[in-house]
Every structure is written in structure tokens, then in C-alpha cells.
């Protein structure tokens, strides 16, 4: 019926030129919202349009790279083996994170020698996380992956819709065969359409990495820092050793280096850091794993997917920040206790996936389960925690990237030239 291996987007010839703009709007961001902090923090509406209209992209983006990659690689089987490949890489790895996260706090102990009184903690500041983390559990999750309606799926900004209904039409695809083909190329047209529309909105991203700089320095201020500058110190460099140590040994074992792999995504990168978000990036991501060689119907399945169940980033900050809290809390935590912690933490990190804010509602969810530590304890952190959310973007899109390429490796589906060629272009 299709081609085999359909030939995938490239993106355009690397745009320097957007990559420095995106960091001038950062550093412009900086400055405005620490000298002017009213101003920046009015600025906030610039970030949260331009993520607006990425995410209005997202959901076709993923549906229609997923319901063409499987039509043309003519393979049900296909998706069957890659998410159970994906989902047993996603929990290693983010349960490894969670360890990671327990033995530094542990050993850095960022909370002790605070000595906070737990009844001075205003529980009201953080009610309105515990509430949501409350409706996130498990089964709710699951009832929400299925839509509505069929077409109802590509106007949720949930991701696990829009692939449950990208697989579901994909598979129908292939088994009508040629009588699909003009759907197919009616489709595949529509995917050139969006990324094209995709690449038109990138243009936008300096202002909006200006705005949400502004906004974060101006509303919170980097005298915020200060007062757990230790926290967030210990947050960043294990972050940075993991994605160095942890995804760095596990690109090196399927052949291609991380260092190389975040040159190639560095304008992604800066677009993450300066929004404070992750999604920004997920279109481009693909369109850029894609150009590396990795086949788009693999792209458009575990990158996705990876967005709700692979977060890195998050589970690292969840286990610090839980320790954290009880540390300055003088609350002594028990092995088993820890333990609990660790693998309540697997679970409500799940349920919450794909939420606003799903790092502190994660932690939320957590705390609500373990009656040790105070949820009130989230007030001593919530300052801050728009300054570590960027540090947890970074890692949970470093983690996807590594997965999308390992994956496409391990299924067979990685042109290891077309990868090489990518990363050591400069």
C-alpha cells in the first residue's frame, strides 16, 4: 500500500540566528524582571500565549505523525512491540531517578539544620494543589485516556487521547489497504501542513522566552534563591549528573553520545529552559528525531508517550523535594518509611501525568498518601519551585530524546548514518 520507509521531515538547515534570539529573549527576560519585577510579572501573558499556540499543534502533530507512520510502515505488530519496549525502558529508568533522587537527599540532606515549625506552615498556599492531586489518581487516569468522541481527541490538550485514537486509526488504516490511500496522502499532506505551521510559530519563541522569564524573576524574584539556594543547587547539579551519568552511559551503549545529542537540540533546549516547559518543545523534538534517522511511526508513538510516563526530571525532584520537607521539618524518616515513599511516588507519578504543574501536584499526590510528612510542608518550597521547573523540563525532554533514539534502535527502525550525520553537524 505505502512506502516502507517513508522519507522524514527535515527541519530547515540549523537557524543560529533563532537560536540566538531565543537566548537574548531569556537574558532580556532576566533583566527586565529584575530590575522592573511589576513589569515582568505582567508580562507572564507573552509565555503563556506562545505555549498556547504550540500546544494547539500538538494533538494533529502527534495523530497524524502516528496514524501515517503506521499506515506506511504497514506493520500492526509494530505497536504492540514498541510501547511494551517503551513502557519497560520508561519504568526503569524513572524509578531509577526516584532512587537517585532518595540516596542524594540522604546524603546532601539540603533540609536539615532549617528547624521549621510545622504549625507556623499556612496549609491554605499549597489547598488548591492537594485538591487536584486528590482527582489524579489511577483510575481516573485511565478512564481519561479514552475521549468523548472520536474527533474529540485532538481538542483535549491531553496526549494520551489523541494516541489511543492516532493507534486505533493507524491499525484501521493498514487493514483496509489500497482503498486507504487516498486518506493516506490526504494525511500525509496535512502533516507537511502543521509542521510547516509549526516552524512559522518557532519564530514567535524569543517573546515568548521572554515573557516567561520576566515573569518568573519578576513574580518570584532571585532573592528567592537565596533562602534555599542549597535546595536548588542539589536539585540542578544531580540533575545534570544524571542526564551526564545516567542517559549519558545509556546513549553510549546504543552507540551515539548525549553531549552530541544536546548540541544537535540545543535551540530546543534554550526553548524549554526560557518557557519553563517542555510541551514547547514536543513537535519540533519530533520533527528533529525524525531528521536523525529515527522512523516516524516509532517518533510518533514513544515521544508522546514518553511525555506522560517518562518523567525523569519530575521523579528525581519528587523524592528530593519529599526529603527536603521532612528534613526541615525535623521529621526522622525511617528505611521503610522511605521505602513507602518510593513506591507511592511510582504510582502517583503516573496518575498525574500529563497534568499542569504535574511536578509539585505529583508531590502533592504523594504527601497526601504518606501521613508522615505534613502536605503543608509544600508551602516551604512553593517560591521556588517555578525556578526548579525548569530544571525538571530540561531533564524529562533530555530523557525523551535519549528514549526515542534507543527505542528506534532497539526495534530496528534507526538509520545509525542518518543519526551520525545529524549529531556531528554543526
Same mark, same amino acid.
Given at each position: 500500500?505505502?512506502?516502507?520507509?517513508?522519507?522524514?521531515?527535515?527541519?530547515?538547515?540549523?537557524? @543560529?540566528?533563532?537560536?540566538?534570539?531565543?537566548?537574548?529573549?531569556?537574558?532580556?527576560?532576566?533583566?527586565?524582571?529584575?530590575?522592573?519585577?511589576?513589569?515582568?510579572?505582567?508580562?507572564?501573558?507573552?509565555?503563556?500565549?506562545?505555549?498556547?499556540?504550540?500546544?494547539?499543534?500538538? *494533538?494533529?502533530?502527534?495523530?497524524?505523525?502516528?496514524?501515517?507512520?503506521?499506515?506506511?510502515?504497514?506493520?500492526?505488530?509494530?505497536?504492540?512491540?514498541?510501547? %511494551?519496549?517503551?513502557?519497560?525502558?520508561?519504568?526503569?529508568?524513572?524509578?531509577?531517578?526516584?532512587?537517585?533522587?532518595?540516596?542524594?537527599?540522604?546524603?546532601? !540532606?539540603?533540609?536539615?539544620?532549617?528547624?521549621?515549625?510545622?504549625?507556623?506552615?499556612?496549609?491554605?498556599?499549597?489547598?488548591?494543589?492537594?485538591?487536584?492531586?486528590?482527582?489524579?489518581?489511577?483510575?481516573?487516569?485511565?478512564?481519561?485516556?479514552?475521549?468523548?468522541?472520536?474527533?474529540?481527541?485532538?481538542?483535549?490538550?491531553?496526549?494520551?487521547?489523541?494516541?489511543?485514537?492516532?493507534?486505533?486509526?493507524?491499525?484501521?488504516?493498514? !487493514?483496509?489497504?489500497?482503498?486507504?490511500?487516498?486518506?493516506?496522502?490526504?494525511?500525509?499532506?496535512?502533516?507537511?501542513?502543521?509542521?510547516?505551521?509549526?516552524? %512559522?510559530?518557532?519564530?514567535?519563541?524569543?517573546?515568548?522566552?521572554?515573557?516567561?522569564?520576566?515573569?518568573?524573576?519578576?513574580?518570584?524574584?532571585?532573592?528567592?534563591?537565596?533562602?534555599?539556594?542549597?535546595?536548588?543547587?542539589?536539585? #540542578?547539579?544531580?540533575?545534570?549528573?544524571?542526564?551526564?551519568?545516567?542517559?549519558? *552511559?545509556?546513549?553510549?551503549?546504543?552507540?551515539?553520545?548525549?553531549?552530541?545529542?544536546? !548540541? #544537535?537540540?540545543?535551540?530546543?533546549?534554550?526553548?524549554?529552559?526560557?518557557?519553563?516547559?517542555?510541551?514547547?518543545?514536543?513537535?519540533?523534538?519530533?520533527?528533529?528525531?525524525?531528521?536523525?534517522?529515527?522512523?516516524?511511526?516509532?517518533?510518533?508513538?514513544?515521544?508522546?508517550?514518553?511525555? @506522560?510516563?517518562?518523567?525523569?526530571?519530575?521523579?528525581?525532584?519528587?523524592?528530593?523535594?519529599?526529603?527536603?520537607?521532612?528534613?526541615?521539618?525535623?521529621?526522622?524518616?525511617?528505611?521503610?518509611?522511605?521505602?513507602?515513599?518510593?513506591?507511592?511516588?511510582?504510582?502517583?507519578?503516573?496518575?498525574?501525568? *500529563?497534568?499542569?504543574?504535574?511536578?509539585?501536584?505529583?508531590?502533592?499526590?504523594?504527601?497526601?498518601?504518606?501521613?508522615?510528612?505534613?502536605?503543608?510542608?509544600?508551602?516551604?518550597?512553593?517560591?521556588?519551585?517555578?525556578?526548579?521547573?525548569?530544571?525538571?523540563?530540561?531533564?524529562?525532554?533530555?530523557?525523551?530524546?535519549?528514549?526515542?533514539?534507543?527505542?528506534?534502535?532497539?526495534?530496528?527502525?534507526?538509520?545509525?548514518?542518518?543519526?551520525?550525520?545529524?549529531?556531528?553537524?554543526?
Amino acid at each position: 500500500m505505502h512506502v516502507a520507509n517513508a522519507s522524514p521531515l527535515h527541519p530547515p538547515k540549523p537557524r @543560529s540566528r533563532l537560536y540566538l534570539q531565543v537566548l537574548v529573549g531569556i537574558a532580556l527576560g532576566v533583566l527586565v524582571g529584575a530590575l522592573w519585577p511589576d513589569t515582568g510579572a505582567a508580562l507572564k501573558p507573552l509565555g503563556d500565549a506562545f505555549i498556547k499556540l504550540v500546544r494547539m499543534l500538538i *494533538g494533529p502533530v502527534v495523530f497524524l505523525s502516528l496514524v501515517t507512520g503506521i499506515a506506511s510502515a504497514r506493520d500492526s505488530g509494530l505497536v504492540g512491540r514498541v510501547a %511494551m519496549k517503551a513502557l519497560a525502558y520508561f519504568m526503569a529508568v524513572s524509578t531509577l531517578a526516584l532512587v537517585i533522587g532518595l540516596l542524594v537527599a540522604n546524603s546532601v !540532606r539540603p533540609g536539615a539544620g532549617l528547624h521549621i515549625n510545622p504549625a507556623t506552615l499556612e496549609a491554605t498556599t499549597v489547598s488548591a494543589y492537594a485538591q487536584q492531586a486528590a482527582a489524579t489518581g489511577i483510575v481516573p487516569f485511565l478512564l481519561n485516556i479514552i475521549p468523548d468522541t472520536l474527533l474529540g481527541a485532538l481538542t483535549q490538550s491531553a496526549l494520551l487521547p489523541v494516541l489511543l485514537v492516532a493507534l486505533l486509526c493507524g491499525l484501521g488504516l493498514v !487493514r483496509i489497504g489500497e482503498r486507504g490511500e487516498p486518506l493516506f496522502s490526504f494525511l500525509e499532506s496535512a502533516r507537511q501542513l502543521v509542521f510547516q505551521l509549526v516552524a %512559522m510559530l518557532m519564530r514567535l519563541a524569543p517573546i515568548g522566552a521572554f515573557g516567561a522569564m520576566a515573569f518568573t524573576v519578576g513574580q518570584y524574584g532571585l532573592g528567592t534563591l537565596l533562602g534555599l539556594a542549597k535546595l536548588v543547587a542539589t536539585f #540542578y547539579v544531580t540533575s545534570l549528573l544524571f542526564v551526564v551519568l545516567v542517559l549519558g *552511559g545509556i546513549a553510549r551503549s546504543n552507540g551515539f553520545s548525549v553531549f552530541k545529542l544536546s !548540541r #544537535y537540540l540545543k535551540q530546543e533546549l534554550l526553548l524549554v529552559f526560557g518557557t519553563s516547559s517542555s510541551e514547547a518543545a514536543l513537535p519540533s523534538l519530533m520533527e528533529k528525531m525524525e531528521a536523525a534517522g529515527c522512523r516516524k511511526s516509532v517518533v510518533g508513538l514513544v515521544v508522546p508517550t514518553g511525555y @506522560s510516563f517518562n518523567l525523569d526530571g519530575t521523579n528525581l525532584y519528587m523524592t528530593l523535594a519529599a526529603l527536603f520537607i521532612a528534613q526541615a521539618l525535623d521529621i526522622p524518616l525511617t528505611l521503610q518509611q522511605q521505602l513507602l515513599l518510593l513506591l507511592v511516588a511510582m504510582v502517583s507519578s503516573k496518575g498525574a501525568a *500529563g497534568v499542569t504543574g504535574a511536578g509539585f501536584i505529583t508531590l502533592a499526590a504523594t504527601l497526601t498518601i504518606i501521613p508522615t510528612i505534613p502536605v503543608a510542608g509544600l508551602a516551604l518550597i512553593l517560591g521556588i519551585d517555578r525556578f526548579m521547573s525548569e530544571c525538571r523540563s530540561l531533564t524529562n525532554f533530555m530523557g525523551n530524546a535519549v528514549a526515542t533514539i534507543v527505542i528506534s534502535a532497539w526495534e530496528g527502525a534507526l538509520d545509525r548514518q542518518q543519526l551520525q550525520s545529524a549529531l556531528d553537524a554543526r
